[in-house]
Each structure stands twice: as C-alpha cells, then as structure tokens.
C-alpha cells in the first residue's frame, strides 16, 4: 500500500533525525543527513507521482495511536498526492543544495537533527486522515521549523523572530483546534470520513470557514497574519529558508484546502468574498513590501505573501464559482491555484538557493553592499535570472501560465449572478495585474542591484562561484522554470484527478490539443503555446544577434558603462535598491507605509558624508499586534493579585468556578 511505504519514509525520517544527534559534531555528518534526507524525498517524490498520474482509490491505514477509541488515521488521495509531490520535490532539491551549503553552516548540530523532522512533520500533515493526527503533525511541523529559525539565535533579532514565530503558530493551531471541534460535533467524531457525513449549518459553517482562514492564514502568511513571516524565514538558513518559503506555506494552503473543499461541505458563494479579499491585499500588500526591502532573503519572503494571495484568490474564484453551480470555471480557478502552488515551490526555492549562494560567497545579504556579481558568479547569477523571469510571470516559463489561467477565470466572473461578486472578482483582478507588474519592478531591482553594476563594497570583491551541489540544485529547479511553462499541457491533466475531487469538474484535456498548446475554456475565447513562445524567443534573438554581429560589428566591442555625465569611479554613483524603489515608494509609501524620508547633511567641517534615511513602518503591526500586546500585557498585571491570595480566597475561586461551569453544563442545549 502507497500509504505503508509513505510512513515507513516517515519514520526513517525521523531515524535520520536521531542519527543526527548522535553524530552531528563528526564531519560527515552533514553529508550523511543531507543525503539521507535526499533519498528519502526521492523515494516520497516517486509514490506521489505514482498515486497521482495513475489514479487508484485512496490508499487508507488506521494504526493504534493516539486517541484510544480513535486511533490515528492516514490516507492518500489525490489532493494529498499532489502536495506530497510538491513537497518532496522541494525537500529533495533543498536537500541536494544543502549537501554542499551544509558545509559553511557555523553549528550544524543545531540544523541537522530538526532538518529530517521537519520533513517528516510536513508530510505527516499531508497523511493524517483525522483530526487528532492533523493537528499533532501540525505542531511538530511548527516546533521542528522554529528549532531551525532559533539556530543562529545569538544573531541580530533572530531570537525575536523565533518568539513572534512561535506565538503565531500557537495562536494559529488553537484557530484550527476549535474549527476541528466544531466540526466533529458533540459526538466527537475527529475521523475525516465521519466529518463527511456530519451536515454543518450555515452559522457554523462560517465560524468554521473564519477559524481556518485564520489558522491555515496564519501559517501561509495571508496579510495581517503575516508578520512572523518576514523575520523568520530570513532568520533560517537558506535551504531552510526555501523550504519554509516554498513547501511549508503550501502545507498551510493545504490545510486550508482540505477543510473548506472537501470537509466543510457543499459551499455557499459568501464564502468566496473573505478568502478573496484576504487574498487580493496579501498579493498587493506583499509585493509593496518586498520593493522597500534591501535585504535579499526578506524582500524574497515578503514576495512569498504576494504569491499566496496569488493562490487564495484563485481558490477564492473556485468557491464562488463552485458554489453558483459552474463546473468548468470553478475548475480552470482551482488548476490554476494548484499550478501556482507548484510554481511558486520551484521558483522561490531557486530565488532562496540564490540568494544563500551569494551570502556564501559574499557573507552579506544587503543588496546595497552587492553588484558586479555576474562576472564572478556567473552559473548562479543565471540560474537566479530564470527565477527573477519566472515569478515574474514573464513567458514562456511557468509562472506565466498559472497567473495567466487565473486571469481567465476572472474573464468569467460576468456570468456569476451575484451583484457584488461581479463588482469583487474585476476588482480583484486589477489589484492582482497591478501585484503582476510590481513583481517584475521588484525583481529587475533585485537581480539589477545584485548582480549587474560595480561592486558596491569589499564584500562582493574576490568571490567565486559556489559548489557544484548547490549549483546542481539551482540547475534543476532553473529547468524546472522552464519546462512545465513550456508544456503546461502535461501539469494541467496530471492536476486534473484532484481538481476534480475538489471541484466535481476538470479542465478539458489539453494532451490532445495539437503543437501543445493550451485551451482552458474554448479556442474561440483564449489559447496559449508555451513551444511556439519559446521557439520565437530563441529564433527572434538569435536572428538579431547574427544580423548585429554580421552587418553592423564583426567583433564585440567593450567600453566602459554610461556614467550619466558624472565620471566618477566611486560605486556609490550608481542605482542602489534604495533609489530604485523611491518613485514606487513615494507613490504608494506614504499611504501604505506611513514613509518618511529625511537627509542628514552634516554641518561645514564635519566629514561625515550625508545620508537619506528613510523610515517605513509596518500598518498592521502597529495597528493590530502591539495594541493586543498592551492589553494582554495589561491583563496580566491586574491579574498578577490573584498569586498572592489567601488559602481561603483560593478556595473560594475554585468553588465559584466550579458551580459556574456546571451551570453551563446544566444550561446547554
């Protein structure tokens, strides 16, 4: 049985786990972890894939744990196939780059024991087939990636990122615990297959719908749950930091997902306006952010909520449509949030191996202190370009093509027959194109300021590319941009088993469509050739450059770059990530960010230089997280009294609390 196989890869996980322990102070003991954890994402990769593509029924085992009259439920189907696929895929390539980044890590005894149990917690979560197990794999997810975000915890403000990150997780798994009682009634019915059968009111049902959305939220990073997000995943390694970024918000998509889709029951279209609306202003909000950051991991973890936004306006799409009785459109909506979950896996784990490459090399993460590194890096700096291509949405790679399949499902939205989603879904649509157009924005300033250019400090002076593992794993996921952008076809039928367990619906199937193309609804309406894009890209450029190089120059010539008409040697003349985000920022900065800009220009005789300082504040922080902080830090010291109380006050509180919970009891319908 798939599922058998799958737990026993589970386990050796956690085998490699304990080994770890035991020999994590030796020095192959990265390799060892690294490429046992490979291996047994291999083997993990392969029965998804093989559950997927040939469509048994769900492979299903109970085992004699956790809740005695219960047990411990695990099944496979195909939406927990799919992202078991997804998150192997990534484990794998996360764990083939860090066969060689492992080597640099300062204290891999605190890396190596949690890396293999934060895989096995992942895919526990994808397996757990009951409440109880959900939920206790969902803690050990959690538990395992905060040891590693608290691995360099003697660094600048990683200990605060590891707290804010525990305490979300916290709040976000008693989110999902209460959604899970509601669910499983009076009764205490925790199995999966019994939520099924359990009918929810309408009342329910939207608590239910608010606590999911909240805890799996929380965990994805949906704004304004997303302030752990930005600290933590910067606080990680980097092959963590890919992990966390790219897989594990994914699990959180997943969570929500099987809840909503699949347990909650049939659905009402209300319930698309809340994921829609968290999920446009997590794509805007998201990508505003990472175009004021200098920091190459957290601007890459800020643009990680805008792709989650991505994905739950899309899912959003697929409820409304599913819940007015449109199969097809509800189907195109939910491909397109599942091509997009496996394509912001692939490419923001390319991004987060890039950027750990050139911290590596350079020992900074500041683009402001990079630049020239294309002539030193030059296999990364390309396999980083096809990331920057890719997340951009730019064809004929793959991130195009989801984004472009969601934007025919908003094309559709004029035939649902609610007023206000007709006037919701267009709207959301804008916010999404403008989302689009920021990423490109974002992410020529990234590759611009990193790569191209001077050197802007020592730092980026004297390095060299970096080791053949690393650069193993950025070469996989470099063509891995391409090819499913390329024959989108194939992603598309290999999606439509779970597709249509979500929706009752699959798109058409495209393998039959002739030169590969694609066509979600009808050929009258849209179509897209990833192979015809790609061949014009490669024919148009190779063209022009024979036609330059034959008539207009027969040799390449160098001169030196134009200095604007100030030909000063200093590096600091050129475009920083500063300067190149100030028109955006003075667009949108002072509604959004409350951004302030000041210059320090010291007084004659002083040799300091002058400085633009620019001050950006956090809305939802500030609004939302520190005023809770104050009341509950209020609360606790009113109630500090309560320590210092007399034996008989103790016992009256104890006698008080007592009778009111059995009035409550006594009360209860």
């Avoid at 894939?49 to 109970?62: D, G, K």
């Avoid at 990472?290 to 799409?317: C, H, P, W």
């Avoid at 439509?496 to 619906?505: C, I, R, S």
């Avoid at 104050?630 to 606790?636: D, F, L």
Wanted: proline residues 6%; positive net charge.
């Amino acid at each position: 049985m798939t599922v058998v196989a799958a737990l026993w890869c589970v386990a050796a996980l956690l085998a490699t786990s304990c080994l770890a322990v035991g020999i994590g102070r030796r020095p192959p003991a990265t390799r060892v972890v690294y490429a046992a954890s490979l291996a047994i994402a291999l083997v993990l990769l392969v029965l998804a894939l093989t559950r997927l593509l040939a469509q048994p029924a769900p492979s299903e085992l109970i085992l004699p744990l956790g809740v005695p009259w219960l047990g411990a439920h695990f099944r496979i189907d195909a939406l927990s196939a799919f992202f078991l696929a997804v998150l192997n895929l990534g484990a794998a390539a996360a764990s083939l780059f860090a066969l060689g980044y492992g080597t640099h890590e300062p204290a891999p005894t605190r890396v190596l024991p949690f890396y293999p149990a934060f895989l096995a917690g992942m895919n526990l979560v994808l397996l757990a087939d009951d409440a109880f197990a959900f939920l206790v794999s969902w803690e050990f997810m959690s538990l395992s990636s905060w040891a590693l975000v608290m691995a360099h915890h003697r660094e600048a403000d990683n200990a605060r990122a590891g707290y804010i990150y525990l305490l979300m997780a916290s709040v976000g798994t008693l989110a999902l615990l209460l959604a899970f009682g509601l669910l499983a009634g009076p009764e205490g019915g925790y199995a999966f297959a019994t939520i099924r059968t359990n009918p929810v009111s309408s009342g329910l049902a939207a608590l239910v719908l608010a606590l999911v959305l909240f805890g799996a939220g929380s965990k994805a990073g949906l704004v304004p749950l997303h302030v752990w997000l930005p600290l933590a995943h910067p606080a990680a390694p980097s092959h963590v930091s890919a992990l966390m970024s790219g897989v594990m918000t994914k699990i959180a998509v997943y969570g929500f997902v099987r809840v909503v889709f699949d347990l909650l029951g049939t659905p009402q279209f209300w319930w698309s306006v809340p994921v829609l609306a968290a999920g446009a202003s997590s794509a805007a909000l998201g990508i505003l952010y990472a175009l004021m950051q200098s920091d190459l991991k957290r601007m890459l973890a800020y643009s990680t909520i805008e792709n989650i936004g991505f994905v739950f306006v899309s899912l959003g799409l697929a409820l409304a449509f599913k819940a007015n009785g449109m199969p097809l459109p509800a189907a195109l909506a939910a491909t397109a949030a599942l091509f997009h979950v496996l394509n912001h896996m692939i490419f923001k784990s390319l991004l987060f191996f890039g950027a750990g490459a050139v911290l590596a090399a350079t020992g900074v993460r500041d683009m402001e202190r990079l630049g020239g590194l294309i002539r030193r890096m030059p296999y990364t700096a390309f396999a980083v370009l096809t990331g920057c291509l890719a997340i951009s949405a730019l064809p004929p790679l793959t991130g195009f093509v989801s984004e472009w399949l969601a934007f025919q499902a908003i094309l559709l939205s004029p035939q649902v027959p609610q007023w206000g989603l007709k006037f919701l879904i267009p709207a959301v649509g804008a916010v999404l194109a403008l989302s689009a157009a920021l990423a490109g924005a974002c992410f020529v300033r990234a590759f611009g300021v990193t790569f191209l250019g001077r050197p802007r400090s020592s730092a980026a002076i004297g390095v060299h590319e970096v080791d053949v593992f690393s650069l193993a794993a950025m070469a996989l996921l470099a063509a891995l941009c391409l090819l499913p952008g390329v024959l989108p076809g194939l992603v598309i039928d290999a999606l439509a088993p779970t597709v249509q367990g979500l929706v009752g619906a699959r798109m058409p199937v495209q393998v039959s469509v002739p030169w590969l193309s694609i066509v979600p609804i009808a050929e009258s309406r849209s179509s897209y050739n990833g192979l015809l894009v790609l061949l014009f890209v490669v024919f148009s450029g190779t063209f022009a450059a024979v036609v330059i190089h034959r008539w207009a120059s027969d040799r390449i010539r160098r001169a030196p770059a134009w200095d604007c008409g100030y030909p000063d040697p200093s590096a600091a003349t050129q475009y920083s990530a500063s300067s190149f985000a100030q028109p955006i920022r003075r667009v949108f900065g002072t509604v959004v960010f409350r951004a302030r800009e000041r210059v320090e220009i010291p007084p004659p005789g002083d040799p300091r230089a002058a400085r633009l300082v620019v001050e950006l504040r956090d809305l939802a922080y500030e609004w939302l997280y520190l005023p809770l902080a104050a009341g509950v830090t209020g609360a606790a010291d009113r109630l500090n009294y309560l320590q210092f109380l007399t034996i008989r006050r103790y016992l009256t509180l104890v006698f008080v609390a007592l009778v009111s919970l059995l009035t409550v009891l006594a009360l209860w319908p």
